[in-house]
């Protein structure tokens, strides 16, 4: 009986970070979105400014013009009320993208703005990454990928931040999962209607994008 005891212990002990791990796993956004909500608006502010800091030198920001005066002009539309205090910038960029960083800081490449035929459309990609940042999207898969590394470095033993662990890492990158994606889509198309902006710029544009743009992230 002793000895079934101390094997049951010993087995407990071994698999005991598995059993976390394997629990994280399938409740990962969950406990994520929950740790999230905890954090004070305050720090992903910081968190945001920082990692757009960290960024800048390799950007070319369009300060002036028609482009960030649109960007922002629309973007002030769909964030009255907000918790958040937003920025805008463009930045010069050939390419379909935009994103929006914890805290508030949306930033949008003037390709995107060229491949848009109405101020709707551009309208619909701002609401988009306006409500990742309500939703704390950003700040949820931050959350996610330093769990990733915690987790693996206490299965592994590997304190010292190998290839290992940050291949492990990888797998929780800040990317939005395809959930996240639909819920800033709704809640975007909402906050569309809120402002008095024609919702159908959203749809349109993506669609377009789907059928034109073969750099655009997978996301849109």
């Given at each position: 009986t002793q000895r079934v005891i101390a094997w049951s212990a010993v087995a407990l002990l071994v698999l005991s970070p598995l059993l976390v791990l394997l629990l994280f796993l399938s409740q990962a956004a969950r406990i994520a979105e929950a740790i999230a909500e905890r954090i004070p608006i305050t720090e992903e502010v910081r968190l945001?400014?920082?990692?757009?800091?960290?960024?800048?030198?390799?950007?070319k920001l369009v300060d002036t013009g028609a482009s960030p005066e649109a960007v922002v002009k629309i973007g002030r539309e769909l964030t009255t009320g907000s918790r958040y205090t937003y920025e805008f910038h463009v930045v010069d960029d050939a390419t379909l993208n935009a994103f929006a960083l914890p805290g508030g800081i949306v930033v949008v490449h003037t390709g995107l703005i060229a491949a848009t035929g109405r101020p709707e459309e551009l309208a619909g990609?701002?609401?988009?990454?306006?409500q990742h940042v309500e939703l704390r999207h950003g700040t949820s898969a931050l959350v996610k990928d330093l769990s990733w590394r915690v987790l693996w470095t206490w299965?592994?033993?590997?304190?010292?931040?190998?290839?290992?662990?940050?291949?492990?890492?990888?797998?929780?990158?800040?990317?939005?999962?395809?959930d996240a994606e639909s819920a800033a889509d709704n809640a975007g198309f909402d906050a569309l209607v809120?402002?008095?902006?024609?919702?159908?710029?959203?749809?349109?544009?993506?669609?377009?994008?789907?059928?034109?743009?073969?750099?655009?992230?997978?996301a849109f």
């Open positions: 945001g400014r920082q990692a757009f800091e960290s960024m800048r030198g390799n950007l990609v701002l609401a988009h990454e306006v299965f592994t033993g590997d304190w010292g931040g190998t290839l290992a662990g940050q291949a492990a890492a990888q797998l929780g990158s800040l990317k939005f999962s395809r809120r402002a008095g902006i024609d919702p159908s710029g959203m749809p349109d544009f993506f669609a377009i994008m789907a059928k034109q743009a073969g750099d655009a992230p997978a």
